[in-house]
């Protein structure tokens, strides 16, 4: 199995910004891909970024230029940097680790964190 923490939310103003951060732990080796959801009250996982084992970044057209995805393979944590912050970007921010698949889709991920709260 395999563990994810996530941490570095917060409460921001608009326009500021914050690093998310997601350590993982267990059997990583064979994780293909990491990546970052966002979820509101009453609504499904909504892809963010994500990015692969071969570092090849994605990401949802609505954070391109602002929000940067990035790995530390050494140790085993992924990073969400998010810049220029809006209010519509609020919500539960999760992260997901999987073996492959499209990577906006939250059921190519196996492996999900407890959350970490962003509020703007």
Same mark, same amino acid.
């Given at each position: 199995?395999?563990?994810?923490?996530?941490?570095?939310?917060?409460?921001?103003?608009?326009?500021?910004?914050?690093?998310?951060?997601?350590?993982?732990?267990?059997?990583?080796?064979?994780?293909?891909?990491?990546?970052?959801?966002?979820?509101?009250?009453?609504?499904?996982?909504?892809?963010?970024?994500?990015?692969?084992?071969?570092?090849?970044?994605?990401?949802?057209?609505?954070?391109?230029?602002?929000?940067?995805? =990035?790995?530390?393979?050494?140790?085993?944590?992924?990073?969400?940097?998010?810049?220029?912050?809006?209010?519509?970007?609020?919500?539960?921010?999760?992260?997901?680790?999987?073996?492959?698949?499209?990577? =906006?889709?939250?059921? =190519?991920?196996?492996?999900?964190?407890?959350?970490?709260?962003?509020?703007?």
């Amino acid at each position: 199995d395999v563990q994810l923490v996530e941490s570095g939310g917060g409460s921001v103003q608009a326009g500021g910004s914050l690093r998310l951060s997601c350590a993982a732990s267990g059997n990583t080796y064979n994780l293909c891909s990491m990546g970052w959801f966002r979820q509101t009250p009453g609504k499904g996982r909504e892809g963010v970024a994500a990015i692969s084992a071969r570092s090849i970044t994605y990401y949802a057209d609505s954070v391109k230029g602002r929000f940067t995805i =990035s790995q530390d393979n050494a140790k085993n944590t992924v990073y969400l940097q998010m810049n220029s912050l809006k209010p519509e970007v609020t919500g539960m921010y999760y992260c997901g680790a999987g073996d492959g698949g499209v990577w =906006s889709t939250p059921e =190519s991920y196996k492996y999900w964190g407890q959350g970490t709260q962003v509020t703007v």
